[in-house]
């Protein structure tokens, strides 16, 4: 079976969140003894040779070779058009006529598409089983962002959007099946009411990787840790300092928080001027910060999908005390798995909880790690995905007129 795979970031190495998903899938689809054409693109020289390293897990990949100021410039260019302007960040031309030669010299037997951003490479092919894997709704997170930023600002990002709303609406009716990566995210696609096949399969993590040692931590450390060039976690960091870390600090003077993610922001940077903060910027394996917590804390206001770093704390076996909206990507129970925790006051309380009570964090250690083995682990998200491909092949072929040789 040969499948044509599409996604936004070349999905090698897997170290962050857009990455992570795509190669497990392809990396699956491989092992089950697909023929899998890998194409994405490449922002960089390093990032198109750390990216040929996916040669052992699929059978063949092609990059779009893009340079950043032409994207945004392909940005701006769609502010005034109904097409949303972060789809012209990752389209290139090159990979579009990569995308339309593998169309016209080989035979698919189906094309998987992960994020909306690149669906518009393929959402005209037809005589083809797609599937359109969304993971989180991206319209969802700008008008999101909106609230979070001064207007005009705010404006800019209700535009955006309300414009890959519709986007999402349209690909969503030209595919034969649509999915997403946690069930609040399927209901919000299912919402649409586009009259596409939908269906959801979780991330997953690898908790062979991300795995307890010792046990050994510092009861006066906590983490965070995320990407801090991505916004949301900007925000979190900066209201999380701003009005919960003093409260800690009174009850429990020698606490440290650790901000541990690449390429932090001038703002991100001047948090480590605050008394007990570190901003590490970019490290070469976080697992050593996270394993060293008493706990890891993501109370981010802004979350769609599934936070692969609660995944992976719970996994190395550290307890994560979180936000309503990061746990709703989460497949664990509140209290029993996880804290999850609103406002200043109620996150303080959560921290001190564990930091002040090694029996509560054994247990919550403990149980995490049992739900990510049980409930977030590749192997099962995989299946899930198995079965919604047959899914959508079978739905597919009914649909086939019969030839006349099928008909006796």
Not at 305 to 323: D, F, Y
């Given at each position: 079976?040969?499948?044509?795979?599409?996604?936004?970031?070349?999905?090698?190495?897997?170290?962050?969140?857009?990455?992570?998903?795509?190669?497990?899938?392809?990396?699956?689809?491989?092992?089950?003894?697909?023929?899998?054409?890998?194409?994405?693109?490449?922002?960089?020289?390093?990032?198109?040779?750390e990216g040929a390293g996916i040669a052992p897990h699929c059978t063949a990949f092609e990059m779009g070779h893009v340079r950043e100021p032409l994207q945004y410039a392909r940005m701006v260019a769609r502010l005034p058009l109904v097409t949303p302007s972060s789809m012209g960040y990752f389209h290139s031309p090159e990979l579009a006529r990569k995308v339309r030669h593998l169309l016209a010299t080989q035979r698919w037997d189906l094309i998987f598409v992960h994020c909306s951003s690149v669906a518009p490479y393929?959402?005209?092919?037809?005589?083809v089983p797609k599937i359109l894997d969304?993971?989180?709704?991206?319209?969802?997170?700008?008008?999101?962002?909106?609230?979070?930023?001064?207007?005009?600002?705010?404006?800019?990002?209700?535009?955006?959007?309300?414009?890959?709303l519709w986007a999402e609406k349209r690909l969503a009716r030209r595919f034969d099946l649509c999915t997403a990566t946690t069930r609040a995210e399927w209901q919000t696609l299912d919402g649409y009411a586009t009259g596409a096949a939908t269906d959801w399969f979780p991330n997953g993590v690898d908790a062979n990787f991300f795995s307890p040692t010792d046990g050994a931590y510092d009861a006066d450390t906590i983490s965070f840790i995320g990407r801090m060039d991505y916004y949301p976690n900007q925000e979190c960091m900066a209201r999380f300092c701003k009005d919960v870390w003093p409260l800690l600090k009174q009850r429990r003077p020698a606490l440290k928080l650790l901000v541990v993610g690449a390429d932090p922001s001038p703002e991100m940077r001047a948090l480590g001027r605050i008394p007990g903060v570190t901003v590490t910027g970019s490290v070469r394996d976080v697992r050593p910060y996270i394993r060293g917590s008493a706990l890891m804390v993501a109370p981010l206001a802004i979350a769609r999908?599934?936070?692969?770093?609660?995944?992976?704390?719970?996994?190395?076996?550290?307890?994560?005390?979180?936000?309503p909206a990061a746990a709703g990507g989460v497949d664990a129970e509140a209290e029993r798995h996880f804290l999850v925790a609103d406002s200043p006051d109620e996150i303080a309380r959560a921290v001190l909880r564990i930091v002040e009570n090694p029996s509560e964090r054994a247990r919550l250690a403990v149980a995490g790690r049992d739900r990510m083995l049980t409930n977030h682990a590749w192997p099962r998200s995989m299946q899930r995905l198995d079965a919604i491909i047959e899914r959508c092949r079978q739905s597919y072929a009914a649909r086939q007129p019969q030839t006349l040789g099928n008909t006796a």
């Open positions: 079976m040969n499948v044509l795979y599409l996604c936004h970031r070349f999905p090698y190495p897997p170290k962050r969140g857009g990455k992570i998903r795509p190669f497990n899938m392809i990396r699956h689809l491989h092992e089950a003894g697909l023929r899998v054409t890998v194409c994405s693109l490449a922002r960089s020289v390093a990032e198109a040779e393929v959402e005209h092919v037809t005589g969304f993971g989180d709704m991206d319209s969802q997170k700008w008008l999101e962002y909106a609230n979070y930023k001064p207007f005009p600002l705010s404006l800019g990002y209700t535009l955006e959007g309300t414009k890959m999908g599934t936070q692969n770093k609660i995944l992976e704390a719970m996994a190395m076996g550290v307890p994560v005390v979180t936000s």
